[in-house]
């Protein structure tokens, strides 16, 4: 990775309130923060981008968290990916 090559985080959770205290907590230059508002809006941006890092809310409507970990998981591009659960 380049020096001027930025880290994609993926943060995905149905709050919106929730999403921008996660960003105001991790925001960083050399991070490329994404958001996605559901574990289906998650699964698009996987085919747009790799992420080093995925923080997924466990309880969304719909697919919730964990059932969008083993999605990803079982995609052998993200099966190296660092996967943080949390729930409120």
Same mark, same amino acid.
């Given at each position: &990775? *380049? +020096? =001027?090559? =930025?880290v994609n985080i993926l943060l995905v959770d149905d709050?919106?309130?929730? @999403? %921008?205290?996660?960003e105001a907590i991790i925001e960083r230059d050399n991070y490329h923060l994404v #958001?996605?508002?559901? *574990?289906?809006? +998650?699964? =698009? /941006? %996987? @085919?747009?981008?790799e992420f080093a890092v995925i923080l997924l809310d466990v309880? &969304?409507?719909g697919i919730d968290g964990i059932e969008t970990a083993k999605i990803i998981? +079982?995609?052998? #591009?993200? #099966? /190296?990916?660092t996967f943080?659960? /949390?729930s409120q």
């Amino acid at each position: &990775m *380049g +020096a =001027k090559e =930025k880290v994609n985080i993926l943060l995905v959770d149905d709050r919106p309130e929730n @999403l %921008l205290a996660l960003e105001a907590i991790i925001e960083r230059d050399n991070y490329h923060l994404v #958001k996605a508002f559901s *574990g289906e809006e +998650a699964l =698009k /941006y %996987l @085919l747009k981008y790799e992420f080093a890092v995925i923080l997924l809310d466990v309880q &969304m409507p719909g697919i919730d968290g964990i059932e969008t970990a083993k999605i990803i998981k +079982a995609r052998e #591009k993200q #099966k /190296y990916s660092t996967f943080i659960h /949390y729930s409120q």
